[in-house]
């Protein structure tokens, strides 16, 4: 079955910890993003990557981190310096298209919920 | 004004009414626009992309309306299943120029029997 996969599904971790999530892709898309949804909250784009060792901050990178080493894979690290990491986390993949303005549905994760204790 | 605008409800309809949803955006160059649903606690999942001529899948009807820069959702003969959060979807290219899409807050809909 094709798919995005991210784990674990809950995570809980002390204040000042680092913690890193995973997501892994079986779709052969190009394109990876990472999100955070808040309660009652729209999603907020973290950081993004269209290829292969190269990735973009988006609306709320500080205190984030991530890598994009394999095609398949787009983990997201937590830093201590994010300053309210309690949220739901969703990875999201698409095929990129190279053509101006032209963008292709994303698809989702089932998603991680990290609560900082 | 945000990038991307929703009323986030609740909107509470009985079972077999219609259901309309907008949402507004605020590029003008924007050129991709989509319907995601998503249940409580879970993961986004696309339920129509929408294109400039409009679109129909079963008892749902998308539109656009590039004048008014926004988009709508039409939802007919409403079922218990469709009670979910609507979010709307569009590409926003911001000054940093970055490559995705940006997300509404949703609209919930919750629909009784």
């Known amino acids: 079955d094709g798919g995005i996969t991210q784990s674990p599904k809950y995570l809980f971790r002390k204040e000042g910890q680092n913690v890193t999530l995973s997501c892994e892709q079986n779709?052969?898309?190009?394109?990876m993003y990472w999100y955070r949804q808040d309660p009652g909250q729209g999603l907020r784009l973290i950081y993004y990557?269209?290829?292969?060792?190269?990735?973009q901050k988006g609306d709320i990178a500080e205190g984030y981190s991530v890598s994009r080493e394999k095609k398949e894979s787009f983990p997201l690290t937590v830093t201590s310096a994010q300053k309210n990491p309690t949220a739901f986390y969703l990875c999201?993949?698409?095929?990129?298209?190279?053509?101006?303005?032209?963008?292709?549905?994303?698809?989702f994760g089932p998603g991680t919920r990290l609560t900082v204790l | 004004r945000k990038e991307v605008e929703q009323d986030p409800g609740p909107f509470n309809v009985p079972e077999g009414a219609t259901v309309a949803f907008n949402c507004t955006y605020s590029n003008s160059a924007s050129q991709s626009f989509f319907w995601y649903r998503q249940d409580c606690r879970k993961e986004p999942k696309l339920l129509m992309s929408?294109?400039?001529s409009g679109n129909e899948d079963g008892r749902f009807t998308a539109q656009l309306n590039r004048a008014s820069q926004y988009i709508s959702l039409l939802i007919r003969d409403s079922k218990l299943s469709d009670s979910a959060t609507y979010l709307c979807?569009?590409?926003?290219?911001?000054?940093?120029?970055?490559?995705?899409?940006?997300f509404g807050s949703g609209t919930r809909l919750q629909v009784q029997p």
């Open positions: 979807v569009v590409n926003i290219r911001g000054d940093t120029g970055r490559r995705a899409l940006t």
């Open positions: 779709l052969n898309h190009d394109a």
């Open positions: 929408v294109y400039s």
């Open positions: 990557s269209q290829i292969v060792n190269d990735f």
């Open positions: 999201a993949s698409s095929i990129f298209r190279l053509a101006a303005n032209s963008y292709n549905e994303q698809f």
